[in-house]
């Protein structure tokens, strides 16, 4: 079985920033295409960025381009999400989750148990 974990996330000030982590276990992370998602309070999961396997191009969200970064490291068998110039609107929880592909249409098919991010002043 799959398992992802997050880690990193915590409470900033508007404009801050933040790293998210994910660990995989019990399979290597350089055959998927890893994704974050997120929810916020009263709001449907949805996709924040997504970095491909074969070639490591990455996609991002409208919301989040220019100030989030997603990044892997298949030696350590992680990926990373840095989030800059954070808002109260990326308050919410953060997933990472394995995705068959990495494209404006990306589809989770399996995530871990999220990170808190709060942003507010």
């Known amino acids: 079985q799959l398992e992802l974990v997050e880690s990193g996330g915590g409470s900033v000030q508007p404009g801050g920033s933040l790293r998210l982590s994910c660990a995989a276990s019990?399979?290597?992370?350089?055959?998927?295409?890893i994704g974050w998602l997120r929810q916020a309070p009263g709001r449907e999961r949805e996709g924040v960025s997504c970095i491909s396997s074969s070639d490591g191009r990455t996609y991002d969200a409208e919301a989040v381009k220019g100030r989030f970064t997603i990044s892997r490291n298949n030696r350590r068998n992680m990926v990373y999400l840095q989030m800059r110039d954070l808002k109260p609107e990326d308050t919410g929880v953060y997933y990472c989750?394995?995705?068959?592909?990495?494209?404006?249409?990306?589809?989770?098919?399996?995530w871990g148990q999220g990170t808190q991010v709060t942003v507010s002043s």
């Open positions: 019990r399979f290597a992370l350089d055959y998927y295409s």
């Open positions: 989750a394995v995705t068959p592909m990495c494209n404006t249409n990306w589809v989770p098919v399996g």
